[in-house]
């Protein structure tokens, strides 16, 4: 197994291997242990305000002196209009019953009480907290953020679940492009067409392989060093390892969660829009069977507020029928050991 390539030179790491943003689970602690492993740890700042990022980016300095990407959403977001108005209610009401019926007491917000921020504010607190790689997913960066980013010397690192918005992507500068296989758990990264793809990862890597020349890293269904391998051979040159380290010492998933991903069979795990209103991959409960039910569902980030406070009290409750656990297809021992022996075991399997 070669790990130097274009990418990790790019990047400046000795393996090409990313330990996954992953916004609620990945931690500081999980970015400085993937560092530890001569790895690239990537910190999930998602929709967060500007001067929670930076509390966040300098907790991870405190720990590690590596460099680390730092992750972004950059999605539109919707204009809230009479429609939308009307439509929160009833789903709100529905919602409201639902926890009701399962004996959950919660209040959830009026569509004026939601708070949505713009990534630009986030791209300020990245340059200035001298972030050296940032990557993005839900969209593409518009045309003057990718040049203030370009010109700050910042790395970027764009998301496709096709070949579409590969191509995309490269046209815009963006330096290396994370391709995420339809096995991946969490949100999808779509942004050109809001349907699921249906390629697999598979023909998606090596078809976009085909269609670009920067330096693709392959996202989803990579748990052992035969699937690493597998994506190397599809035209990879980089691994973004998500599920793998979700039972980690340094996951922010509370106990009762890594127990039902080690209690998993493949007909638990859906692709869905019910917690957020943007397809995202994990495990299918009381909640997403109810919604899926009632087919109303809110565009992203409205069903994901609306829901965040059901889904906060859930989890202080250890109610696994009311919280989104992601996780991608490849089931896994969900390991409790350290991210670092994590990765550093996944190395030696790769390069048996
Ligand atoms: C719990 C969880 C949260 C995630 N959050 C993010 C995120 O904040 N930003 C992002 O770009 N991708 C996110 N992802 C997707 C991962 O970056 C990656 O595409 C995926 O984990 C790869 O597939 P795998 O889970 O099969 O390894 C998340 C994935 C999981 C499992």
């Given at each position: 197994m070669h790990w130097k390539n274009d990418l990790s030179r790019l990047l400046n790491i000795e393996y090409p291997i990313i330990q996954a943003p992953m916004l609620g689970t990945a931690t500081p602690q999980m970015v400085a242990a993937a560092a530890k492993a001569n790895c690239l740890g990537a910190l999930p700042l998602g929709d967060l305000p500007a001067d929670k990022c930076v509390e966040i980016i300098r907790a991870t300095k405190q720990l590690t002196n590596a460099v680390f990407a730092v992750n972004i959403f950059v999605n539109d977001i919707p204009e809230i209009t009479d429609e939308l108005r009307a439509q929160y209610k009833t789903v709100k009401n529905f919602i409201t019953q639902l926890a009701n019926q399962h004996h959950i007491e919660v209040q959830l917000p009026e569509i004026e009480e939601i708070k949505v921020n713009s990534y630009h504010e986030r791209i300020d607190a990245m340059i200035a907290e001298d972030c050296k790689i940032v990557s993005f997913t839900f969209g593409n960066l518009d045309e003057q953020s990718i040049h203030r980013l370009k010109s700050s010397g910042i790395k970027l690192i764009g998301t496709c679940t096709s070949v579409n918005e590969a191509v995309i992507l490269e046209k815009s500068g963006i330096d290396l492009i994370c391709v995420q296989g339809i096995e991946a758990g969490g949100h999808r990264?779509?942004?050109?067409?809001?349907?699921?793809?249906?390629?697999?990862?598979?023909?998606?890597?090596?078809?976009?392989?085909?269609?670009?020349?920067?330096?693709?890293?392959?996202?989803?269904?990579?748990?052992?060093?035969?699937?690493?391998?597998?994506?190397?051979?599809?035209?990879?040159?980089?691994f973004q390892i998500g599920s793998l380290l979700l039972g980690s010492a340094e996951s922010a998933l509370m106990e009762f969660e890594k127990q039902r991903l080690r209690n998993l069979n493949e007909k638990d795990i859906v692709l869905t829009k019910s917690f957020s209103g943007r397809y995202a991959r994990g495990i299918k409960n009381t909640f997403v069977n109810a919604v899926e039910a009632n087919q109303q569902?809110?565009?992203?980030?409205?069903?994901?507020?609306?829901?965040?406070?059901?889904?906060?009290?859930?989890?202080?409750?250890?109610?696994a029928d009311f919280v989104n656990i992601w996780t991608g297809q490849s089931i896994n021992a969900y390991s409790g050991k350290s991210t670092t022996e994590i990765l550093e075991n996944l190395i030696k399997e790769a390069e048996k």
């Open positions: 990264g779509t942004f050109v067409n809001a349907d699921i793809p249906e390629i697999g990862g598979m023909s998606l890597l090596s078809k976009v392989y085909d269609s670009v020349s920067v330096p693709l890293i392959y996202a989803g269904g990579i748990y052992n060093g035969r699937t690493l391998k597998a994506a190397q051979a599809l035209g990879a040159q980089g569902i809110l565009p992203y980030p409205y069903q994901n507020k609306l829901t965040a406070e059901l889904r906060r009290i859930a989890r202080i409750n250890h109610n």
